[in-house]
């Protein structure tokens, strides 16, 4: 149950990072917002689900 977790929160992390950066670029701001650091710690606490 854990894994499919980790798997989702994966997925999410990786869209909303992906949709963060092409927004930045779209109207110039700066890539990395604190939303963007979230994300990134989403994504590692997905990670870390499917590993233990």
């Not at 650091?37 to 870390?48: D, K, S, T």
Request: net charge positive.
């Amino acid at each position: 149950m854990t894994i499919l977790l980790g798997i989702g929160l994966i997925i999410l992390a990786i869209f909303a990072i992906v949709g963060n950066i092409s927004n930045s670029k779209q109207f110039g701001r700066k890539i990395l917002s604190d939303k963007l650091y979230f994300y990134i710690l989403v994504l590692v606490g997905g990670i870390v689900l499917i590993i233990f």
